[in-house]
């Protein structure tokens, strides 16, 4: 049961059920159990190489030091949670905390950061508050986007596989970017160049950051530089267009321009959102949807709870919040593994992990209540553990229409 409830993090975060709580450089672990930097400047970032993920190196951490256990990211000491009932113990509703964006702007070292704990404090609030508004405000685009894949997966013949890592990446980037931008992005091309560039930037981020291979080699670093220097100006241009002009949809830039933040601050918690917001809700769905296949049961299940809510009514948000989806009703290991990756057993803090949740919720809602969704037999999926874990391969399956 624990190893289920530990993945719903280490999926989404490679960090084995743990949460960061990311503390000022003291050089001090405060008592908590821990290893020492092994570097000054570096912290324990070559034991993480040595290790060969951050994810295998919060294994070790964790059979040696116990559900908490503290290393050095770099000059910053992070103390990690390694079970779901010590995470509840240390949970505080009443702070602000998004240590997964604080790790990616840290190995952004392009910015140079900067500013008091209650600056941070405030941008995590405006953060929070745009990913709430942004959801509350965009519902029905998410709607719109989850009935337009489905719609493609009805007209495939039972026998067709479908890339489903390749779709949900495609919705993924259409619900960020339209989410944040706006209509810049509702032209597909639009969204095909800024998918290649996330994923120059995003296939630099965690690996060559941590082994300073970046650095040494300049036919990546200029691409990268290069992808990064067109995800910025993409921001930029946008930043100023909704600084100057009124517009019906409201973005999560939005948000972050009426919270009276500079351009730079807009930029950087912007490009925050974009990048990690589209990784994770792509993994979310698919890993969750990829656990569904595997278990017959356990979508008869689900589709039951979904037409109980819903009946004919359409989706909204109100009905979504009444599907709780309550793991204690099943007791099938697929089950768990299924409705961890929703998030029922993490931690909700991260603005993107809280948008990717109600966007897989709202696809998985619209699949399941029309689809029934099945596995491609034989077919062996291996884990890829980055900064959020993925699959080595591409995942298979085929669709069928619900009867």
Known sequence: MLDFAIFAVTFLLALV???LYLYPASRQAAGIPGIAPTEEKDGNLPDILTSGSLHEFLVHLHERCG???SFW????LVVSLGTVEVLKQHIN???MSNPFGTMLKSLLSHWPGG???DEHHLRERLCDRGVTEALHKNFQLLLKLSEELLDIWLTYPGTQHVPLSQHVLGFAMKSVTRVVMGSTFEDDQEVIQ???????VWSEIGKGFLDGSLDKSATRKKPYEDALGQLESILKKIIKERKEKSFSQHTFIDSLVQGNLNDQQILEDSMIFSLAGCIITAKLCTWTIYFLTTSEEVQKKLY???DQVLGKSPLTPEKIEQLRFDPDRFDDDSVMKTFSSLGFSGTQECPELRFAYMAATVLLSVLVRRLCLLPVMGQVVETKYELVTATREEVWIT????T
Do not use: D, L, Y
């Open 194 to 200: 800024f998918q290649k560039n996330h994923g120059m």
């Open 115 to 117: 500013g008091t704990m």
């Open 399 to 402: 669709v069928s229409k619900r």
């Open 304 to 306: 039951e709870e979904i």
């Open 93 to 95: 509703p009443n702070r």
């Open 73 to 76: 990211f770099g000059r910053r």
């Open 67 to 69: 559900p908490v256990g």
């Open 17 to 19: 059920g743990a949460v």
